[in-house]
């Protein structure tokens, strides 16, 4: 008989992520056979996991979407807050953001109901770059772009290097392998400048470009492949997924 932990059960089902299942758990949202669940704890073949009365033994096809998120979305996944990313994004089954874009900045960001992809994705050791357009509130100087480049000391840590391109006096691409709060606005800000627009233009492979802001598209059949290969999964034949690498967990 197989078992296992309460907060992967929930990423299996594409119900949410591991940390999003550690939360409803610490509220009390989740029941397995009947009791309170608690952190750590194991599902087994033919329990019962149930979230707000509501039981978790559904597993819908994966979904993947590219979103141009606009400026004042909120990333969150909790339906009170108001212009929450779910609402503003109205897809018709329940699926979460991989990571978050600040409310007060705009771009692509991606989401989905599969849990497995949101954890590696997550993981900062994997290194997956992400870009943005960022437009400062006053002309650059000479070697402010090699600083940022060569990593900025923000709340008492160095950032990671990144790349950076210029764009003209106050505009330039950067591409990050971290993705730190408010990263890009701390390290300017550090640095004598303020950022006064800042757009993501691409999250790995896929780019933003096309996708107008508050629109939604699936990714396509070669840049879902491509994501999965980039997380260590592969897609399986028929229902769901295999590890790209023996005994690789998720």
């Keep these: 008989m197989s078992t296992v932990r309460i907060n992967k059960y929930f990423t299996q089902q594409g ?6 299942a550690d939360q409803l758990i610490e509220q009390g949202r989740v029941r397995l056979n009947g009791r309170v669940a608690v952190l750590g704890d194991q599902v087994k073949d033919g329990d019962v996991v149930s979230v707000d009365g509501r039981v978790v033994d559904r597993t819908p096809p994966p979904v993947y979407l590219a979103y141009h998120k606009p400026i004042g979305v909120t990333c969150t996944t909790e339906l009170d807050v108001p212009g929450n990313i779910l609402h503003a994004v109205g897809y018709p089954e329940r699926i979460f953001p991989i990571g978050r874009l600040d409310k007060d900045s705009s771009g692509l960001i991606l989401l989905t109901n599969d849990g497995d992809v949101v954890n590696r994705l997550l993981r900062p050791e994997f290194g997956h770059e ?7 509130d006053h002309p650059y100087e000479k070697g402010f772009l090699e600083k940022l480049e060569q990593g900025v000391r923000v709340l008492g840590r160095k950032t990671r290097p990144c790349r950076t391109r210029r764009v003209d006096r106050i505009s330039f691409r950067l591409t990050l392998t971290e993705g730190r709060n408010r990263q890009i606005r701390r ?6 400048y303020r950022v006064k627009r800042l757009v993501r233009v691409r999250v790995m492979h896929v780019p933003l470009r096309g996708l107008s802001a508050g629109r939604w598209r699936h990714l396509s059949h070669k840049e879902r492949e491509d994501l999965l290969a980039a997380v260590g999964l592969k897609q399986a034949t028929g229902e769901g997924r295999v590890s790209a690498a023996a005994g690789a967990g998720g």
Excluded: K, P, Q, W
């Design 15 to 20: 119900f949410c992520s591991r940390r999003a």
């Design 130 to 136: 992400r870009e943005y357009v960022v437009t400062v």
């Design 187 to 192: 390290m300017c800000l550090a640095l004598g």
